[in-house]
Every structure is written in structure tokens, then in C-alpha cells.
């Protein structure tokens, strides 16, 4: 897995650029979109009413944009879905750094760049939702977005275990619950 920086960066598995030089900011946004939805909960790239939901646009949108994203998304889908079985072999463990970044980026852009259980937008920092160390995994749905404070407060306990301890640092805690992923 790389790391490449600029606007697909953490999503793209390929040639962002080169793939992506001919579209329009509006197939930019769509094909972020269903990258994003794709590594999160994967899509069925036969269903058009769905793939416009998950791209934020209306089916006659959807159907204007088509023709010029879903061909690089197909493309890209085994590439992802190859990349999140490497992370499932990490099951366990600590992700090399490179692959830590790029899952972490990917849960802050799903999860709005908030923390997932105060709300907070600073300090951010990825967080395990069942602790590696009590046999978590590294795959999105695992991984949510958490502020520093809240992150090491709740340490290696579940979000559960959290909430029903009531505090954080000595005040009371308000855990919205993590995001669907």
C-alpha cells in the first residue's frame, strides 16, 4: 500500500492522477465519494439508485457522471478489496505506519473529522473500537475517529465498558457512539 498525497491520496489505489486528469469537479466529488463508500462497506456496482445515493447525487445526475467515474471504479474495487484483506492480516497487531495512516485517514473522512464519541475536531487520532489488545481488528468498521482526551481515556476497554465506567478524567462522559462502518 502508498501513500500519495494529494486528493485521493488514501483512497485511490493507482494513478490518481493520470486516472482522474479528465474529470470534472463534480465527477471528482462523486468518484471520492463511492471510493470512500467502497472501502467502508463495499458497493454493488449494479445498482445505479444506490451507487447515485452513495455518490450524493440524484439518479439523473448520477446517470450524467456515469459513463466517465464507474469504469475507474470498477477498476479500482479489486484493488480495495485487495488492500483490506492485506489489513485483515494484521488482525491483532499493530498496522506497519504507512498502512496505519491511510486507514486512519480514511475513518476521519468517513466520521467528518469529529470525534465519534464527544464531538470534539482537534487532537484527532484513530482508535480501535475493540482493542487490538482483546483481539480487534484493523478493518474500517473497527476503526473509528476519537480526540486525544477521549482516546485515552477509554484505553484498551470497549466503548461499552467505557460508557458504563460514566467517567472521563474525573467528569462525566457523553458517548455519542461510534459511526456505522
Known amino acids: 500500500m502508498r501513500t500519495v498525497y494529494d486528493c485521493y491520496g488514501h483512497l485511490y489505489v493507482g494513478d490518481d492522477f493520470a486516472d482522474t486528469l479528465s474529470l470534472n469537479a463534480g465527477e471528482h466529488s462523486a468518484l471520492r465519494r463511492l471510493l470512500?463508500?467502497?472501502?467502508?462497506?463495499?458497493?454493488?456496482?449494479?445498482?445505479?439508485?444506490?451507487l447515485a445515493a452513495s455518490a450524493g447525487l440524484t439518479p439523473r445526475a448520477w446517470r450524467t457522471v456515469k459513463p466517465a467515474i464507474l469504469e475507474l471504479l470498477v477498476d479500482m474495487r479489486p484493488r480495495i478489496d485487495e488492500c483490506v484483506r492485506h489489513l485483515r492480516a494484521y488482525d491483532g497487531q499493530r498496522l506497519p505506519s504507512a498502512a496505519w495512516q491511510i486507514v486512519r485517514s480514511i475513518a476521519f473522512e468517513r466520521d467528518c473529522y469529529e470525534c465519534t464519541y464527544c464531538g470534539a475536531g482537534r487532537s484527532l487520532?484513530?482508535?480501535?473500537?475493540?482493542?487490538?489488545?482483546?483481539?480487534?481488528?484493523?478493518?474500517?468498521?473497527?476503526?473509528?475517529?476519537?480526540?486525544?482526551?477521549?482516546?485515552?481515556?477509554?484505553?484498551?476497554?470497549?466503548p461499552e465498558e467505557w460508557r458504563a465506567s460514566g467517567l472521563r478524567d474525573g467528569t462525566q462522559i457523553l458517548i455519542r457512539g461510534a459511526r456505522d462502518g
Open 36 to 50: 470512500l463508500e467502497s472501502w467502508c462497506r463495499g458497493l454493488a456496482m449494479d445498482d445505479d439508485k444506490k
Open 125 to 158: 487520532q484513530g482508535d480501535h473500537i475493540i482493542p487490538l489488545t482483546r483481539g480487534g481488528s484493523n478493518i474500517l468498521n473497527n476503526v473509528t475517529t476519537a480526540c486525544k482526551r477521549c482516546n485515552q481515556s477509554k484505553g484498551s476497554k470497549t
